[in-house]
């Protein structure tokens, strides 16, 4: 079976798990070959073999720490020249966006990003992605070269099948051009103990209804209580009520968990481009035609208006467009109260 080259990422606590979620999808394109950099445990060997890697591949040296991106674009090349896998799996995100653009102009390669879906049809890689602050689903076959796709976390459900991979080291002869540009100081990021917010199962959003900083208090006690991480709008990030890498929406974060919460959230079209594929959304606003209740699953605050839709997702057909843009994903609208 052709192998499909994910891109796994080790975090302190183990695999990542956006990264077993495109082991998962790679399963339903061949056989997953994973690559690595750094030191896996042998936790996280176990790890990606219980999540169906065949292969592992590391990549230990000292380069892909010691400079940005490229030698790790040069690593996925190199690995990619051997296997020649059906496609190339990261996930989305600035790094896995650089790794994996820079990879596919070397690879000569079609690239698709921030897909949330990944599938074969009649032997060509087709990737989805949500588009149009997630009004429409496009589907696109990549025609050119080994595949390159990142794919958003959340997209899928992390599902186990188990394998006992092999593991092999993998010794990259890099570039000149790939040590440009040298990484003088690494300091960490204060933890908040929270997940991070584009890998979060829940996530709890405080916009401008939250009335100040200290309102946001609120937000991350509901945030805490839930185990989920605290997103905010650009309204109160610019304000200084949260930090800008809380940011989600169209010039921030892209988020999919499982359950959003959007407090005091008008719901502008640049904050649903980043949270519309939530798979349940759940919008508290004293205005009652805040735009947020137009994809809402469950509605806090005033009673909705006199003559508001009944309960129950739609799915509205397209008008007057053609070609791969279907609207599979569902308008939400009108639904109950809590
Ligand atoms: C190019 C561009 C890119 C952008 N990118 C982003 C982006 O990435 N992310 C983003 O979020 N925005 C982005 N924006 C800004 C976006 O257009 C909105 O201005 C912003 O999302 C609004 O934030 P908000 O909902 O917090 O504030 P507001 O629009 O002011 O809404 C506040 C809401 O709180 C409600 N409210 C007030 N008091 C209460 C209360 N006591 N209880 C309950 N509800 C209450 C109000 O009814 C209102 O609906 C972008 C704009 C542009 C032009």
Request: proline share 7%.
């Amino acid at each position: 079976m052709t192998a499909v080259l994910v891109l796994a990422d080790l975090t302190p606590s183990g695999v990542r798990k956006a990264s077993l979620e495109l082991l998962t999808i790679a399963r339903g394109l061949g056989e997953p070959a994973a690559l690595v950099f750094g030191s896996p445990s042998e936790a996280d060997i176990a790890t990606l073999g219980e999540y169906g890697a065949q292969s592992v591949y590391v990549v230990s040296s000292p380069e892909v720490d010691q400079y940005l991106s490229l030698p790790k674009a040069e690593a996925v090349v190199d690995l990619a020249g051997r296997l020649q896998p059906a496609a190339i799996l990261v996930t989305s995100g600035p790094e896995g966006k650089d790794i994996a653009a820079r990879a596919a102009v070397r690879l000569g390669s079609g690239i698709v990003t921030d897909a949330i879906g990944v599938s074969l049809d009649g032997g060509r890689v087709t990737a989805t992605q949500s588009v149009v602050a997630g009004q429409f689903h496009a589907t696109t076959a990549i025609t050119k070269g080994i595949p390159v796709v990142t794919v958003r976390p959340n997209a899928v459900s992390a599902e186990p099948a188990p394998a006992s991979p092999t593991v092999e080291s993998l010794e990259v002869a890099f570039s000149d051009a790939a040590k440009g540009a040298t990484v003088t100081a690494r300091e960490p990021k204060a933890s908040s103990g929270r997940p991070d917010l584009t890998d979060a199962a829940v996530v709890v959003a405080g916009g401008r209804g939250v009335g100040s900083a200290e309102g946001m208090a609120v937000i991350e006690q509901l945030a805490d209580a839930l185990g989920g991480a605290v997103g905010a709008t650009r309204a109160i990030t610019d304000l200084s009520w949260a930090s800008h890498d809380l940011q989600v929406g169209q010039t921030g974060k892209t988020v999919a968990p499982s359950l959003y919460v959007a407090a005091g959230v008008s719901g502008a079209i640049q904050h649903r481009a980043g949270m519309q594929s939530s798979k349940t959304i759940v919008a508290v606003n004293k205005d009652p035609k805040a735009p947020i209740f137009q994809i809402s699953d469950f509605r806090g605050g005033r009673r909705p208006p006199r003559g508001a839709p009944r309960p129950g997702r739609r799915t509205r057909p397209a008008q007057g467009l053609t070609g791969q843009m279907t609207t599979e994903a569902p308008l939400r609208q009108g639904l109950p109260t809590c």
